[in-house]
């Protein structure tokens, strides 16, 4: 046994050896060879609708020349798997990797079909119809897009397994760095797998999280990478000093099998993902204001406005139903407005159908054990001053359709972190300030995961990962989960 080395660092030794090489070859391989059917299917309808179906918007040749297109075909896929590979569409640090993949699928499918465009303008022999390149071009482009798209759903639930992960270590066990360890632990997706940490202050085998141990200092690291396979180190830039941070990158950054990886210092502020651009050769980090990029933020304003139209219009009905039942069953208000705050710190009024009676805040103050236990939860659960239309209502939440309306006028998402009034938002601390990049939510994780009968620190858990990781797909995944939550009536009081 080597010096220095824990008999479980040697196990790992030889699974992430050789499982991860092996996992990884096999998953090539499959991208290639999907890829290759993709853009096989791509060219072929694009034949098909060129030369079968007869539109006239193409002209006609008297038959259509289906072997020399064959030839074409077969001559063009290898070409474009190259021109893949040159996008770094099969490279591990590059893959799956969001809507960044897709962009170099669009890039990578326009150079190889201006590659064919040149190579005809070249070759007066090779004769290629326009109308078959513009197709082949928009079919490639979403075909390969959707087999990416499937793959991505296949690594993510092997990764959920534990396969297709590499091992990964962290360099500095200060709160920067136990933060940024437990935010890659709750998500599998992210294909790292830590196995330790190193720290110039703690003892060896000292655990920095449940299962995670120190397994040295940073003059430890080549060792490591050796001997463990390490492949991705996360460096806390708050856990060494300059002097040290400088030697580690003059001796990793250039690593041919180690991808080394700063942490900003400040990862309870920058939720919304950062970038680093050059201001006269000096490289500075800008904080991005919303987490999506501009098609996503797009895609999501869409969603929520044509959703939440679509259900004000099919809801229309029920709603005029509750607010007359409210109407006879107390007196006061269709309507309760919260005043809360949202994207930016602004403060708008949340629409809910009234569900207390109208005296409910002096209730409150008349009874000091009911206001204690409302100020550590902000929920009671058996709340005295529900109405009896209200306490239905809330079991089935349908007091908050009405925020359908907080929808349409760009206030709220359907999906999101919870409303918070400016007082409840004093208890996330130096977190709060991840609250103000969001929109809050009709629904959410913590909606799907238990709502109120969470305790109080795990929906601020649930909403703080709803913000560092939030997408299109998470939030349709929880749009999917949100109807049977709302049936089990967990947590709905």
């Keep these: 046994m080597r010096p220095n080395v824990l008999p479980s660092e040697l196990i790992r030794v030889r699974s992430w050896k050789e499982a991860r090489e092996l996992e990884w070859v096999g998953l090539r391989a499959g991208l290639v060879l999907a ?63 969001g809507t960044s993949e897709y962009m170099r699928v669009i890039q990578a499918a326009s150079v190889g079909m201006m590659a064919a465009i040149v190579a005809s303008f070249m070759e007066p022999a090779l004769v290629i119809a326009r109308g078959w390149l513009l197709l082949s071009w928009i079919l490639s482009i979403a075909l390969v897009g959707w087999e990416r798209f499937l793959a991505r759903r296949v690594v993510y639930a092997l990764r959920a397994r534990g396969r297709l992960q590499v091992p990964a270590l962290i360099i500095g066990a200060d709160e920067e760095g136990r933060m940024v360890a437990e935010q890659l632990r709750s998500s599998p997706i992210s294909g790292m797998s830590l196995i330790g940490v190193l720290d110039p202050h703690l003892p060896r085998g000292k655990e920095v999280l449940p299962g995670l141990p120190v397994l040295g200092t940073p003059a430890d690291l080549p060792r490591l990478v050796e001997q463990l396979g390490v492949r991705e180190v996360i460096v806390s830039a708050s856990a060494l000093p300059r002097e040290a941070l400088v030697e580690l990158f003059r001796t990793f950054a250039f690593h041919p099998q180690v991808n080394l990886r700063l942490s900003s210092g400040l990862y309870e502020l920058l939720a919304t993902g950062t970038e680093v651009r050059e201001v006269m050769g000096v490289p500075l980090l800008y904080w991005r204001r919303l987490r999506l990029s501009p098609l996503e933020q797009i895609l999501k304003a869409v969603m929520d406005y044509t959703m939440a139209a679509g259900a004000l219009i099919l809801l229309a009905p029920l709603m005029l139903l509750i607010a007359l039942a409210i109407r006879l069953d107390s007196p006061g208000p269709v309507f309760y407005r919260r005043r809360v705050v949202g994207l930016g710190g602004k403060l708008f009024d949340a629409f809910k159908f009234r569900t207390m009676v109208v005296n409910a805040e002096a209730l409150l103050e008349q009874n000091p054990a009911l206001k204690e236990a409302f100020r550590q939860n902000y929920k009671l659960r058996d709340d005295p001053r529900v109405t009896r239309v209200g306490r239905i209502l809330r079991r089935w939440s349908l007091d908050e359709l009405p925020q359908l309306f907080n929808v349409l006028r760009g206030e709220m998402s359907l999906v999101g972190p919870r409303m918070l009034t400016p007082e409840e938002i004093s208890r996330y601390g130096r977190w709060a300030l991840n609250l103000l990049t969001v929109k809050p ?24 990962f709803y913000i560092r990781n939030y997408s299109l797909w998470l939030d349709l995944a929880i ?14 009081y």
């Design 35 to 97: 890829d290759s059917f993709a853009l096989l299917l791509a060219f072929f309808c694009s034949y098909w609708i060129r030369f079968e179906t007869r539109l006239p918007i193409f002209y006609q040749p008297e038959s259509p020349p289906v072997r020399y297109y064959g030839l074409l075909m077969a001559a063009l896929i290898p070409v474009w798997l190259l021109i893949f590979a040159a996008h770094r569409l099969y490279a591990p640090d590059h893959l799956f990797h």
């Design 441 to 464: 939510g009709i629904t959410g994780l913590w909606q799907v995961s238990g709502r109120a009968d969470l305790p109080y620190s795990e929906r601020v858990r649930l909403d703080l």
């Design 479 to 492: 749009l999917a989960q949100t109807i049977p939550a709302v049936i089990r009536k967990r947590g709905a």
